[in-house]
C-alpha cells in the first residue's frame, strides 16, 4: 500500500506543527537506485538483514546520514550498533570517524570483524557501553545517531528510560551538533483487533506497545531533552521497509504475520532530526 508521511507544517502565525498521515492524499513511492545510491551497491538482502536490526537495513541507515549532512571529517556516534554494519557502511560509505556503542553479547567484536572486512579499521572504534551511562566527555561529537535502538530502551526502562538516554545524547553533543534518530513506531489511530493480541504481549524486551511511540510523541520527547527539532516524519519507505525486513530477516518470527495483516495501518517507522 502507498504510504502516507507525517510532514512538518507551518501554519498561519508561525507556529510549528507535525501533521498526521490523513491531512495529505496518498502518493505513490517509486524506488529507484537514485534514492539510495550507496546502499544499492549493497545487492544481497539476506546478508544486509542477517547483519542489521529491524526494518530498513542500510537504507535507513543512508537515509538518515542524508538528513543528518553525514561527512568526512565528522567525529560520529552510533547508539546501539547491533553487529555493526551499518556503523561500518556509515564509516565506508560517508567517511566520518565512527564511534559505535552496544552493551549487549559480542555486539563490539562484531562489529570490529565488520570493520576489518570492510577496510575501516582505522575510522571505526567499538565500545561495550550504552546509553546513558556511556563515559564520554560532554560535548565529544559532531553527530550522533541511533537507529532502531532507542524503543527498546523505552521497552526496558519505561519512558522515563527513554528519556535519560535522550539526555547524555544531548549531553555529548557539541553546541550545534546533529542528532538523528530512526526507529519503529505506531500511528496514533486505534490498534487493529487482528494483531492485538500479539502488539500487547511478549518480550522483545517488552511488548510493541510498550517500546513503540507515535511520532508525535517522539517529538515531544526530543524537544525535552533540549533539542530544537528539524525535521520530523514518517519514513517515506516506512511500509516497505518493514516488508522487506519480514521478508529478508532471518528469524522474523511471528512479525511477519502481523505485519502483512497489519498492512501499515498502526505500525510505522519514523524519523526525527534535532539539532543541540
Known amino acids: ?30 524506488i529507484t537506485t537514485e534514492q539510495y545510491p550507496r546502499s544499492s551497491r549493497y545487492t544481497d538482502l539476506h546478508r544486509v538483514y542477517s547483519q542489521c536490526s529491524g526494518p530498513g537495513g542500510l537504507q535507513v541507515t ?24 551499518q556503523t561500518c557502511f556509515l564509516a565506508k560509505e560517508f567517511g566520518p570517524f565512527v564511534i559505535g556503542i552496544d552493551p549487549w553479547g559480542d555486539s563490539v567484536e562484531t562489529l570490529m570483524r565488520n570493520a576489518k572486512d570492510m577496510a575501516v579499521e582505522s575510522r571505526v572504534i567499538g565500545i561495550k557501553v550504552g546509553v546513558p551511562d ?12 541511533s537507529t532502531t535502538t532507542l524503543e527498546m530502551i523505552r521497552g526496558m526502562k519505561g519512558e522515563a528510560g527513554y528519556r535519560e538516554a535522550l539526555a547524555e545524547i544531548y549531553r555529548v553533543l557539541k553546541p550545534g551538533g546533529i ?64 516488508q522487506e525486513y519480514c521478508t529478508y530477516d532471518p528469524d522474523p518470527g511471528e512479525d511477519r504475520e502481523v505485519i502483512a495483516q497489519d498492512n501499515g495501518r498502526w505500525t510505522t517507522y519514523g524519523y526525527v532530526i534535532a539539532r543541540r
Open 134 to 145: 556511556t563515559g564520554f566527555a560532554s560535548g565529544s561529537f559532531d553527530k550522533v545517531m
Open 62 to 85: 543512508e537515509f538518515l546520514a542524508q538528513k543528518m549532512g553525514v561527512q568526512s571529517g565528522d567525529k560520529l556516534l552510533d547508539v546501539g550498533t547491533n553487529k555493526g554494519y
Open 179 to 242: 542528532f538523528g534518530l530512526a526507529e519503529p513506531m505506531h500511528r496514533d489511530v486505534a490498534i487493529p483487533e487482528e494483531i492485538y493480541p500479539y502488539v500487547t504481549r511478549g518480550d522483545m524486551p517488552a511488548p510493541w506497545t510498550e517500546c513503540f511511540a507515535t511520532l508525535e510523541a517522539t517529538v515531544q520527547a526530543v524537544t525535552s531533552a533540549g533539542f530544537a527539532v528539524i525535521e520530523a516524519a514518517e519514513a517515506p519507505d516506512a511500509h516497505r521497509w518493514w
Open 1 to 30: 500500500m502507498p504510504m502516507r508521511g507525517h510532514r512538518q507544517g507551518r501554519p498561519q502565525g508561525g507556529s510549528r506543527r507535525w501533521l498526521r498521515a490523513s491531512e495529505y492524499p496518498e502518493e505513490e513511492i517509486i
